[in-house]
């Protein structure tokens, strides 16, 4: 008998700095920070899959190579012209102007540790 793995139930950046990275999740890109108590992450909910930037597990080195490479980490928001505004007034570099794609209008961002992120308006 086989067992079904389902999830993604939840995604974490580890961060270098991990205030500076919850203000900007929290500050920038609207996600809603939790009351958790955890000494190495913050937690955000956005909706089904919680999210969290944290410190660094052992043996991770985030100077050793590309960060997150191969790896898509999309968020839905319905406002993304009026996001996708209010980051590039914040100087948050654009990894690829807004574009009507298969999920609406999207556009792919680089956090301050350098993870890319898409957002996306449409119902994915």
Not at 42 to 58: E, M, Y
Not at 68 to 80: I, L
């Amino acid at each position: 008998m086989t067992t079904t793995t389902a999830g993604p139930t939840f995604v974490s950046f580890q961060v270098r700095n991990t205030e500076v990275s919850a203000r900007f999740y929290e500050d920038l890109v609207g996600l809603n920070r939790l009351p958790i108590p955890n000494p190495a992450a913050v937690v955000f909910s956005g909706g089904g899959v919680s999210f969290a930037v944290r410190d660094p597990v052992p043996g991770v080195d985030l100077d050793a190579g590309p960060l997150g490479t191969g790896v898509g980490v999309w968020f839905h928001n319905p406002d993304a012209a009026r996001l996708h505004a209010r980051l590039t007034q914040a100087g948050v570099p654009i990894a690829q102007e807004p574009f009507e794609g298969p999920f609406g209008l999207q556009f792919t961002f680089r956090d301050p540790d350098g993870y890319t992120v898409t957002i996306h308006a449409g119902v994915g």
